[in-house]
């Protein structure tokens, strides 16, 4: 089967037009918005921003996503800028997983009839999807589970409770979700292992040099976000990968805030474990994926018991089924898998890399219209970041940032988004995080700078 | 309801310039308070001489709707009984939730500048931390949470 599936284009511009036709009422504003997105870019002049257009249709994406122009915050339109806490769907999805439970739905693996064919059919067929977006090399490799929280402590559970012994070591970073570091220290407890911790620059990336002087004969295992939910940062997550491997260590990644921005394969990135969530790119919530290396997840004890996860059952012996049953017991998120590989259909449809870049002008635009107003603190400024931007006004609390925001229909996320490590490592409590998604435009950008400059005036 | 309406002249110049802020060198009452959703934290200090609250002092990181509160808070309860903060404690609570009467309105004066607190349900908790704090400095609880079992407003959404 093909990594690619091609049908997508033409599957996402005939939604696009189909919508843009029965709602050209709404549709219109966005044209607008668009067009003033271009000129604000070039009034303000970022640099390489000026006159910068996306290389595919903006309104017609927008018209994709029904909850852009179906909401309105205090009567004006919404803006959506809280994409790392969870994205949009697309209608492509809502139609693939009305479909489903119209017509697809049954138990799967279980039943002989042709509902559980059906269903156990494309299922199976979302994990091929998932296993080409990742270029993984075999499906068996995709486990799926609830979300990035729960493929990280499968590992932890599962991975940790066999591997670790008294004194072991376990590399995290400073600037890890919570998902990324509770896990370990439960598992750390249990067995008397401790975690060692990369230290975060001041730009707010992680100090490599550092990172190298924390292995030693004791490190079993390294885990390390791929992107930063609070900063936006991107890791070097291949080299701190080539790294570990020399001292025969694995790695797991926990990839929820990079596969919305950029093409991950992990066989390139010859990562060991790889986590993300599915409501993070454009797929529902309730469905995540952990990728594991066929080799570990073999060796692995399972991590739930139940139906699905045995080959056979007596109360004298029970034998595990193969990965990757093994790890998905009882009856699994069988419509969310089916519309999140919906998702990756429509992802791929566009086209991450193409994604990518617009986000990136998105970032580089926020950056340099925030950056100009007196007071503002960018907290997160390493070279290289995805499409995420937290910073703080003089002495404003955050809070109340996000809600006169809110005044404005501007969604932000407000608060130490689970990252309280790194948020103590600026000496700040909470940061306001706009972080965007290529539907975003320039406009709303200009929106959120415009209103935080109001903001600003209103507290000094 | 827009949060704008919330931030009047008053509350802007309470968080600005908050009343009885710091601590007291020798308070008879303490609590803290903590929101962990949003991470606001206060430390309150206060002397009560007999019934009568002489002295009382906060301090910590919060928005600038809890801040406003706690000093606005201060200033209401300072030289008052105690039996007279815990009828504000409940007339506060009351007028966040939407549940004030005739009487506690009145009874409440400038602080219902926060009425329109109530439709913002998010905020909601910002507003109350300190009058909890209050409550349980004076009636001996070292620690309180806005997500314990003791939460002002329970079930409210977050
Ligand atoms: C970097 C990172 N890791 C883990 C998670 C947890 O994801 P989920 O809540 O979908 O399990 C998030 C989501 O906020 C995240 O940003």
Redesign the pocket.
């Known amino acids: 089967m093909s990594a690619v599936p091609f049908s997508h284009n033409t599957t996402a511009s005939n939604q696009g037009a189909r919508s843009a036709e029965g709602a050209t009422a709404s549709t219109a504003p966005v044209a607008a918005a668009v067009a003033h997105a271009v000129d604000s870019g070039a009034a303000h002049g970022s640099a390489g921003v000026a006159g910068m257009q996306p290389d595919f249709d903006l309104a017609r994406v927008r018209a994709d996503f029904p909850i852009l122009s179906e909401v309105r915050v205090h009567g004006r339109p919404l803006v959506y800028l809280d994409n790392?806490?969870?994205s949009q769907m697309p209608q492509a999805v809502i139609e693939r997983i009305v479909r489903y439970q119209r017509s697809g739905h049954a138990n799967i693996h279980r039943g002989v009839h042709y509902l559980s064919d059906q269903a156990t059919n494309a299922f199976e067929a979302a994990r091929s999807t998932v296993r080409a977006f990742l270029n993984a090399c075999e499906d068996r490799e995709i486990i799926f589970?609830?979300?990035?929280?729960?493929?990280?402590n499968l590992v932890a559970s599962s991975w940790g409770r066999s591997a670790l012994q008294p004194g072991d070591e376990i590399i995290l970073s400073e600037l890890?979700?919570?998902?990324?570091i509770v896990p370990w220290q439960m598992v750390c407890d249990e067995k008397g292992a401790r975690i060692r911790v990369i230290p975060v620059t001041d730009s707010g990336e992680l100090d490599l040099e550092a990172y190298r002087r924390l292995f030693n004969a004791r490190t079993r295992l390294v885990g390390v976000?791929?992107?930063?939910?609070?900063l936006g940062t991107v890791n070097p997550v291949q080299e701190m990968i080539s790294i570990a491997h020399a001292y025969g260590v694995p790695v797991l990644v926990?990839?929820?805030?990079?596969v919305p921005h950029e093409t991950v394969d992990v066989q390139a990135l010859d990562c060991d474990f790889y986590?993300?969530?599915?409501?993070?790119l454009y797929g529902p919530?309730g469905i995540?994926v952990l990728y594991g290396r066929a080799a570990l997840l073999e060796q692995m004890p399972p991590y739930k018991g139940g139906g699905d996860m045995i080959l056979s059952v007596s109360f004298e012996k029970t034998t595990y089924n193969h990965i990757p049953h093994k790890f998905e017991a009882g009856t699994p998120a069988i419509m969310p898998a089916i519309a999140l590989a919906a998702a990756i259909d429509y992802v791929n449809g566009i086209g991450l890399p193409r994604m990518g870049a617009w986000e990136q002008h998105l970032l580089a635009h926020a950056t340099a219209r925030l950056a100009a107003i007196e007071g503002v603190r960018i907290i997160g400024t390493a070279p290289h970041k995805a499409a995420v931007l937290s910073f703080n006004i003089g002495n404003v609390h955050p809070h109340d940032v996000g809600s006169l925001l809110n005044d404005e229909g501007i969604a932000v996320r407000t608060g130490h988004?689970?990252?309280q490590p790194v948020m103590k490592r600026f000496g700040v409590p909470a940061t306001v995080r706009a972080s965007f998604a290529f539907y975003n435009t320039l406009a709303e950008v200009d929106l959120l700078a415009d209103a935080i400059g109001r903001i600003k005036t209103l507290f000094e | 309801m827009e949060s704008r309406a919330l931030y009047q002249e008053v509350i802007l110049d309470h968080n600005r310039k908050p009343r009885n802020y710091g601590r007291l060198e020798q308070p008879t009452h303490h609590s803290e308070g903590l929101n962990p959703l949003c991470g606001d934290h206060i430390q309150l200090d206060v002397a009560v001489d007999g019934e009568q609250i002489k002295q009382l002092a906060f301090e910590g990181q919060s928005c600038a709707i809890c801040k406003a509160s706690a000093s606005m808070m201060s200033a209401a309860v300072k030289g008052r009984s105690v039996a007279e903060a815990d009828q504000l404690v409940d007339g506060f609570r009351a007028l966040a939730t939407g549940t004030a009467d005739a009487e506690q309105m009145v009874t409440l004066g400038r602080l219902r500048v926060f009425e329109g607190i109530k439709d913002l349900p998010s905020r909601v908790k910002c507003a109350v931390l300190p009058w909890h704090t209050l409550h349980a400095a004076l009636h001996a609880q070292s620690v309180v949470s806005t997500e314990g079992d003791a939460d002002p407003v329970p079930g409210n959404p977050t």
């Open positions: 790392a806490a969870s589970t609830s979300g990035t929280t729960e493929a990280i890890e979700h919570h998902a990324n976000a791929h992107v930063s939910n609070a926990d990839g929820a805030q990079a986590a993300f969530s599915g409501h993070k919530t995540g988004h689970c990252a």
